[in-house]
């Protein structure tokens, strides 16, 4: 039986600008805060958590954008959850062992070097597709619904 990894990602949106880190560790290029669920939390509180430990804010009235889901290779289902915040409080902390936290204009977020799927990912924040399924059988496909 299949195992199942279930993760965030936030997506912080302040007028024209987006709070990104420069991810060092896996999955490295610029990229949304986020990480892993875990035991017995709920998959909204684990989004303001992660963004919590990896930004130093705090976030409100998060809005779930959809998902990103796709199996390994593994035996493993990973899945993606993606949340878009507008509202924060808080002192931003620009440096983590995740790699380097900073503002970035919206429009020049294409300039730089992205995280894996951050493209797919991207696709579902700024869209009305409620998720991506990703397929691999035939190369990296991604369908949208």
Request: glycine residues 8%.
């Amino acid at each position: 039986m299949a195992k199942i990894v279930i993760t965030n990602m936030i997506m912080l949106e302040v007028g024209e600008n987006l709070l990104v880190i420069d991810r060092i560790k896996r999955f490295k290029g610029i990229a949304f805060p986020g990480g892993k669920v875990e035991s017995g939390e709920s998959i909204y509180d684990s989004a303001i958590r992660e963004f919590r430990e990896e930004t130093g804010l705090l976030l409100s009235n998060l809005q779930c954008k959809g998902f990103y889901y796709w199996e390994g290779e593994d035996d493993y289902k990973y899945f993606v959850y993606l949340y878009k915040a507008k509202e924060y409080s808080g002192i931003l902390k620009t440096a983590t062992n995740e790699g380097k936290v900073f503002w970035i204009e919206k429009d020049m977020l294409k300039n730089y070097t992205l995280a894996p799927h951050m493209e797919e990912y991207l696709q579902v924040f700024e869209n009305d597709y409620s998720e991506c399924f990703c397929t691999f059988k035939d190369g990296y496909i991604p369908h949208y619904r």
